[in-house]
């Protein structure tokens, strides 16, 4: 099987997104797509976070990073069949695949929770210009890493939703690079706002981070991200496959995994 007959078995079609949809993608480098998750799944996915967190304890999200301030997991498709959804929604698939223009595959799936009183992040990209000719290719929009943002709860302008600066994706430039102090605000910024069980995606080259937490309670998401094929996976796929994963896997989820 090829990625275009899995995409097309899992309800991936020219049409899944409209074309004001694509355009919108296009030009800002995000898209919201919704309500994506039901009210039952969103209380199933904090329920099976909340579990996991309280198992790993200190170790929790250390096979990728640890952030001071929040609290993150990693992993999470070897950790229950629950997030399998994740990874193969129709709408998030066709968003990837409009902004990768090419096979992709699976690069991780992490939850965070901000913690009350933090959550500040710099701004940053999924991915920057690492080898010779990445700047021009960026430019011209050849891009390598999409990524989602899955939220587990209402995201507040005082509760540390994300932030995305649209049309970042088109500067092939980090943050670093093109602002004095990426921890500070961006004219152009935006906050991704909305209710639980909504979904938001958006290039991986556009400029993002997590803002402060100003409520008591800490605020939840989960980031599903893809990337191209030749792109070395965040989490091996391969290398982290549990047997009870593997033994559930479908022929169209083996190819986004790639294993």
Not at 116 to 132: I, K, R, S, T, Y
Not at 183 to 193: A, D, S, Y
Not at 194 to 208: M, P, Q, R, Y
């Amino acid at each position: 099987m090829n990625m275009d007959t899995a995409l097309h078995n899992l309800g991936v079609g020219d049409d899944t997104l409209t074309q004001d949809e694509k355009a919108f993608l296009s030009e800002n480098g995000y898209l919201p797509l919704g309500s994506v998750m039901t009210s039952a799944q969103v209380a199933a996915f904090r329920s099976r976070l909340k579990a996991l967190w309280e198992m790993e304890g200190e170790k929790a999200g250390s096979e990728v990073h640890q952030e001071e301030g929040s609290i993150r997991l990693s992993d999470l498709i070897n950790k229950d069949p629950l997030f399998d959804f994740c990874y193969t929604h129709p709408r998030l698939l066709a968003a990837i695949r409009h902004i990768l223009t090419t096979d992709f595959r699976v690069y991780s799936l992490n939850a965070r929770a901000a913690l009350p009183g933090e959550g500040v992040q710099a701004l940053h990209m999924d991915w920057g210009p690492q080898n010779p000719g990445d700047t021009d290719r960026l430019r011209n929009g050849y891009f390598y890493v999409a990524n989602s943002i899955w939220l587990l709860d209402d995201f507040t302008e005082d509760n540390g939703p994300t932030r995305l600066v649209p049309g970042s994706h088109k500067w092939a430039q980090a943050p670093k690079d093109g602002m004095g102090d990426p921890r500070e605000t961006h004219p152009e910024e935006v906050l991704v706002k909305g209710k639980a069980g909504e979904v938001v995606v958006f290039n991986g080259h556009t400029w993002h981070s997590g803002t402060l937490n100003r409520t008591d309670r800490f605020r939840r998401g989960m980031h599903m991200a893809f990337a191209r094929r030749a792109l070395p996976q965040q989490t091996d796929q391969k290398a982290h496959l549990r047997p009870a994963t593997d033994a559930r896997l479908t022929e169209e989820q083996r190819i986004l995994l790639d294993v």
